[in-house]
């Protein structure tokens, strides 16, 4: 059973940095695309940046080009995203989403993990 | 900008018929834009339904299909449940270098 299972949300201050996670298990990590998709408040999903398999190539929404940046380590099955100059825009609830490339859809979801970005 | 379109909400009646469309602001939607959909409950993480314009994820049942309907992709149900009250999301796949642009999500009622 494929398991997506996100970290390191919390409160911030604007301006300031952080780092989630994503720990995936129940397939083959390496041979897959992720990507993470937020959602903020009473709002619609907004797809916020994704990495081939290898990690060779990163996409960005426009809307967070610059600031956050998406890595993987396939040793550790984990995904990740540095969030940095974080903007009361970002609140959202992040989710981790396994992403078929051939395709182009989300074929599984973590359960999210949930920035705020308030003084 | 192109905007991806979706019905703000919709209602159905337990065992009826419903069909949700995704559309551009500017231009119509064929399979080269690879529709999805997904169905979201308060609380609960997206499931994927449907990818490809028409298959059917692993684990949904057939009274969820997925086509293009004139210039749009469109979700039907089938024989609606109280369960499939929820909330509705198509994307589409706009170009390369990106993974696609979420429509605003259609609020589904079943009464």
């Known amino acids: 059973e494929v398991q997506l299972l996100e970290s390191g949300g919390g409160l911030v201050q604007p301006g300031g940095s952080l780092r989630l996670s994503c720990a995936a298990s129940g397939f083959t990590f390496s041979s897959y695309a992720m990507s993470w998709v937020r959602q903020a408040p009473g709002k619609g999903l907004e797809w916020v940046s994704t990495i081939v398999d290898s990690g060779g190539r990163t996409f960005y929404a426009d809307s967070v080009k610059g600031r956050f940046t998406i890595s993987r380590d396939n040793s550790k099955n984990t995904l990740y995203l540095q969030m940095n100059s974080l903007r009361a825009e970002d609140t959202a609830l992040y989710y981790c989403?396994?992403?078929?490339?051939?395709?182009?859809?989300?074929?599984?979801w973590g359960q999210g993990t949930l920035v705020t970005v308030s003084s | 900008q192109t905007v991806v379109t979706q019905e703000p909400s919709f209602s159905v009646s337990p065992g009826g018929t419903v069909t949700l469309t995704c559309g551009l602001s500017?231009?119509?939607?064929?399979?080269?834009?690879?529709p999805s959909w997904y169905q979201q409950t308060p609380g609960q993480a997206p499931r994927t339904l449907i990818y490809n314009t028409n298959i059917r994820s692993s684990g949904v049942p057939d009274r969820f299909s997925g086509s293009i309907l004139g210039n749009k992709a469109a979700l039907t149900i089938t024989g609606a449940q109280a369960d499939d009250e929820s909330d509705y999301y198509c994307?589409?796949?706009?170009?390369?270098?990106?993974?696609?642009?979420f429509g605003g999500g259609t609020k589904l009622t079943v009464l």
């Open positions: 994307v589409l796949y706009m170009r390369s270098g990106t993974s696609g642009v």
């Open positions: 989403a396994k992403r078929v490339i051939i395709t182009e859809y989300f074929d599984c």
């Open positions: 500017s231009g119509s939607v064929s399979t080269n834009y690879y």
